[in-house]
């Protein structure tokens, strides 16, 4: 308890209202404090570490946490984030994103910052759906759910955020959920240490606008059901039968070079060709 109040003091900010914004049983305060133990338990600074985040109720993460933080627009964390590292590669850059923000508005962003092995750690809070403004779906709307735009069911295939970002080229892709809370901490403290574009897919529940249409009793229900359904890579592997269950856990971890680390190599090499400084 004394270590939470701690964590408190060291990272929120004070000025901020509280209790967060978030509905009650919304998992992505969950995660705010994944993002946190995260950063501490790897000694970073609090001012080299940037938060970049999008438009959703995942970018209000932002406005609680006393790093550097940029709330940018909808769909393009990334961007900025690429900017900022591209600047300043010294800085930790994080972009915190929903699913919305990341796959659906921001998808063609996210699969060129994987291709180009950016270094920043992308963390979306997947709760399948477009939280903040009401309920619509989204590319990670599982078929046959039920969202405001697909009353009937989702007609479309969800992407597969693993798969995706994998066949982009990223140097790390890991999925965690909110009932896993020690696992995520630990799958966000990897993704921020490795080189390269990493990102870490935190399953979230939202009971108001997913959960309820889904036939989900309540937000404890959803954790219930991230209990039972999510189980980690090695064990899902050896299932005979895999229907209704999720991996969780690290799935690729490649050894690349960032960008900026690329880039400045390049420089280095080119003030050498013409003999001067880079
Ligand atoms: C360019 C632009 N398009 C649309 C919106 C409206 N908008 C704000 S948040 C959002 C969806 C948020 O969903 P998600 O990214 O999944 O995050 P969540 O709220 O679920 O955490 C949309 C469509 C906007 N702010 N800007
Ligand atoms: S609408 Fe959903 S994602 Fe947004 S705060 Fe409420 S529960 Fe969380």
Redesign the pocket.
């Given at each position: 308890m004394a270590e939470i109040t701690q964590l408190i003091h060291q990272y929120l900010r004070h000025n901020k209202k509280f209790p967060l914004v978030f509905c009650p049983g919304c998992g992505?305060g969950i995660v705010l404090g994944s993002l946190v133990r995260s950063v501490h338990a790897l000694g970073l600074p609090k001012d080299d570490v940037v938060i970049v985040a999008?438009?959703?109720?995942?970018g209000r993460i932002a406005a609680y946490v006393d790093f550097n933080t940029v709330h940018t627009?909808?769909?393009r964390a990334l961007t900025v984030a690429t900017g900022i590292k591209m600047a300043n590669p010294k800085l930790t850059v994080i972009a915190v994103?929903?699913?919305?923000?990341a796959f659906s508005?921001g998808g063609n962003h996210l699969i060129h910052a994987a291709r180009r092995n950016i270094g920043v750690t992308a963390l979306v809070?997947n709760?399948f759906?477009?939280?903040?403004?009401g309920g619509?779906c989204?590319s990670t709307t599982p078929e046959g759910a039920y969202s405001h735009t697909c009353p009937q069911g989702q007609l479309e295939s969800a992407f597969d955020i693993v798969e995706l970002t994998r066949a982009a080229g990223a140097a790390g892709v890991s999925r965690g959920t909110v009932y896993h809370v020690k696992e995520l901490d630990a799958l966000m403290a990897e993704a921020i240490s490795r080189p390269g574009f990493n990102l870490v897919e935190a399953l979230t529940p939202?009971f108001t606008q997913y959960g309820r249409g889904n036939g989900f009793k309540s937000a404890v229900e959803m954790f219930k059901w991230l209990k039972s359904s999510c189980l980690p890579v090695d064990r899902y592997e050896k299932l005979e039968d895999r229907t209704g269950k999720l991996p969780i856990g690290t799935f690729v971890r490649r050894d690349v070079d960032g960008l900026e680390t690329r880039w400045a190599n390049m420089r280095q090499a080119l003030a050498a060709k013409k003999g001067g400084a880079a």
């Open positions: 992505h999008g438009i959703g109720c995942s627009t909808h769909g994103m929903g699913d919305g923000d508005i809070l709760n759906i477009y939280g903040m403004t619509q989204s939202c």
